[in-house]
Every structure is written in C-alpha cells, then in structure tokens.
C-alpha cells in the first residue's frame, strides 16, 4: 500500500495540474474526488487535498471537512488554486478566511497549507462562470479606487484575458516538508 495519497478537484485543469506534479514527486496515489470513496483515505498515513477557488471557496473541500473525524491522526495537507497572487499576504489571508468558514478549527491548526496559482482562459468558461465573473467585475470597477484591494486590481488586469500562472516549482517547500516529515514518520 502507498503511504501518501493526492486528491484533487479541479473544473479547468489547474488544480488536476498541481495535483499530478506532487503525486509525481513524491510517488504518491492519484485520485479525483469524486473516484474515491471517502473510506479509501483510511488506508494512508499522508492525505493530501486540493481543490481550485471558486468565489472564496475551495472546490470538493467538504471530503476532508465532512471526514475529518475519520483521518484526524494523519499527516493532512491541503492545498489551494487559485487567480490571486499568493505573493500578497492580504490575498493569503483572504483564502484561508475562506477556508476557515468550511473547514472545523482544529483541522485548520492541524493542516499544512499551501497557495498556488492557477490560470483561467475567458473564452472557455462556462456560461455561468462568464456571468458570475461579469457580475464581480462590474461590482469591483465600480468600487471606489481608495477601496479597491490589491485583489480587485489583479481581478480587473486579468478581467476578460487568457492568464496562466501555473508553476511547478511552487510545490517545492511542500514536496520538502513531505519528505522531511516522511524521514522522522517512515512506515
Ligand atoms: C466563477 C469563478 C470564480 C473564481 N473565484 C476565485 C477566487 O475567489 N479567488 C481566486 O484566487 N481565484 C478565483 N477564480 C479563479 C480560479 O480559481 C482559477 O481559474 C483556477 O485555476 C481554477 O482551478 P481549476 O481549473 O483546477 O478548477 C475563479 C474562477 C471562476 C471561473
């Protein structure tokens, strides 16, 4: 039996991107969210969860929310994709907010977390998405400039574009401290 697992939920591909770069890595077992039953994470000492952000909110958390009794003794780690510059510590915040209000407090005190950015072409988007993000956008522009976020900035510079800020090489201080945790917790 593998000792770590990645699951993921991903609309567009970004987040299934970040999760096929850290199975690969650490030679962990690769799930979609909704090919595993919520038992089958029983069988690993590491889960691994990531989902992309949609309105604050992070795609299918709620299998670890919901589950968390069942795997409270694992090493869990949970990670975010998303639009927002995670270089920005108000955009951090913002998505662990986020977080916080779908997950119970001692999994957010337990759980190492990681922010990584994804893409978004417009012309792909489904109808509903177009229409949410005009919506946003059309509220964030009529914002007055004082009030504007560094987020609502970057939502307007990106507004209506085909952007990718996918990087493989921001799952590195995830993928060391899985090693490390997995030297000091071998089975
Ligand atoms: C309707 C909609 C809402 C979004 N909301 C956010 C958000 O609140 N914060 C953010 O950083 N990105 C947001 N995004 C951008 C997505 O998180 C980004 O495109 C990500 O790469 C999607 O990952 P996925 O393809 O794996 O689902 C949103 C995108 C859409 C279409």
């Known amino acids: 039996m593998n000792e770590v697992v990645v699951i993921y ?3 567009y591909g970004a987040a299934k991107k970040y999760a096929e770069w850290i199975a ?4 962990a077992d690769l799930f979609e969210r909704r090919k595993i039953a919520p038992e089958k994470m029983m069988e690993y000492d590491t889960v691994i969860y990531g989902g992309g952000i949609y309105a604050g909110g992070i795609a299918g958390i709620s299998l670890i929310g919901k589950n968390y009794e069942r795997i409270k003794g694992k ?8 639009l927002a510059n995670t270089k920005v510590e108000e955009n951090v915040k913002h998505i662990r907010e986020g977080m916080e209000k779908a997950l119970p407090k001692e999994l957010m005190k337990q759980a190492k977390l990681y922010h990584f950015r994804g893409y978004m072409d417009y012309s792909k988007l489904t109808s509903v998405h177009k229409l949410m993000m005009k919506m946003m956008n059309n509220m964030i522009v009529k914002k007055p400039e004082n009030e ?4 609502d900035r970057e ?3 990106t507004y209506g574009k085909a952007v990718d800020f996918t990087d ?3 799952i590195g201080e995830l993928v060391e401290q899985y090693k490390k945790y997995h030297k000091v917790n071998p089975n």
């Open 24 to 27: 690969e890595a650490l030679g």
């Open 148 to 151: 504007k976020t560094s987020e």
């Open 9 to 11: 939920q991903s609309k």
């Open 155 to 157: 939502f307007i510079a």
């Open 168 to 170: 493989q090489s921001s």
């Open 75 to 82: 090493n869990i780690i949970l990670f975010t994709c998303g």
